[in-house]
């Protein structure tokens, strides 16, 4: 619980999860650890505080388990905290973003400056667009990545960040390689294109 909880609160500063069962986890956790007593001592954990309240039972219907015929199926394994597929490769399209990210920028930037930049100032902009939204919606990805207003977009969104993030917008103001690395990197592992289909959907893509 306390991995989850430590993983979910850096994580939240990235991106946006878009499931609110994640965030009601983690408020749950919260509130249930102060209760739970940990030590060495003991062999399990202490439960002798909580207190069940009320309960609630759903009838999902029938379901019929078929014992005889059909391919046996084993259960998965459990893994360890944050080491889920999920999180894998989340882990890897943000360690993609920091490195294609540094090959754009120079000067006395950590990966945090760089990363926050990028996935979630940049994308965060670029997110809000319903034009952007409803073109992600109607096209492939190919003809968005090509969209002038995609372009007027981006640049909307430097500027928008100037102060906030001054060196890099300086670079990416004054580069047209840095400004199509940056495109690059949001239709790629930034997943720009995706998140604003997703968000089109739940939105109407008209709006």
Known sequence: MLAFQRAYAFLSQIFDYGNTDVEKRY???QKLLPLLEFGREREG???SKILLTHHNLRDLGKRKLDLVEGESLTLKPLTEAGSGSVQEKERALLAEIITKVNDLFEGELTEEDRLVYVNRVLKGKLMESANL?????NNTKEQFATSPDLKTELM???LDALEAHKTMSS???GSEKVQEGLKEILLGPGQLYEGLREKAEGTGAGE
Not at 133 to 137: E, H, K, N, T, V
């Open 156 to 158: 909307n969104a430097i």
């Open 27 to 29: 408020l749950f956790f």
């Open 133 to 137: 939204r409803q073109q992600a919606a």
């Open 45 to 47: 954990i202490d439960l």
């Open 171 to 173: 670079q990416a103001i």
